[in-house]
């Protein structure tokens, strides 16, 4: 039996949780580190950029398709909600322990199959036969990193702030087809490692969650793996 992302999501959703915790706990491991190592942050803030790829899974089943894209005569749903996508910032470290991001994030692709009894087509719902949905999912995001020094080989690290997303697709009847957007601002969260591979370069491990709910017509959340290269300046 292979464990897939899918079935870790009951799990990976309490970490979202467990990154605002370890926002108030990373400050004092960082504050005992630096009275240890006797080492003093440089003034000024540091620049980064970062770059990645990762896998995502959104939280979207047969009653959520039904919500976001049914009119009552669907049936047999089918969906492909696990996807990949990637992530490309910079961000500014204003102490040892905080920076500030911005980036564009692509959470990947979400599609979704029934079958429509053609019930409701005078209402200009569905046509009978096959209903498909196709969708991409990406935005922008600014936000906080919260991180033990990087005077050390290897450190833990939590972000979380603000995600302007939208979801632009394609929904196709057997007689019409038309395309749709979503668009709205929720906010994220993750948590990871971080391993340096040279002097002024990482590589991190991180899971993040984002909400993506524009209250009206779609309410589900992406959960991601990715792993990024970040070069310092």
Known sequence: YTLSLHDALPFLKTLPLLSLAAVS?????????????GQHYRSGPAMYVFGGLGVSSFDFDRSDFRYSFGDGSLSNITLDTESSGGRI???????????????????????GSAISDGSQVLTNGFSAGRVDMDADAD??????????????PFGLFAR????SWEIDGTLEDSSRSGQFTVEGTDPYAGIGVRMDIAQNASLTLAYDHYILDDDESIKTAADTFSVDMVLRF
């Not at 706990?25 to 190592?37: C, G, K, N, Q, V």
């Not at 910032?89 to 599609?111: I, K, R, T, V, W």
């Not at 979380?160 to 995600?163: A, D, K, L, Q, S």
């Open 25 to 37: 706990l990373f400050p004092m491991f960082a504050e005992a580190d630096h009275l240890r190592s």
């Open 89 to 111: 910032g910079f961000g500014f470290d204003f102490s040892p322990e905080l920076g500030l991001e911005f980036g564009y994030a692509s959470l990947g692709s979400l599609s």
């Open 139 to 152: 935005g922008v995001f600014l936000g906080i990193n919260v991180h033990t020094p990087y005077n050390e």
């Open 160 to 163: 979380f702030g603000v995600y």
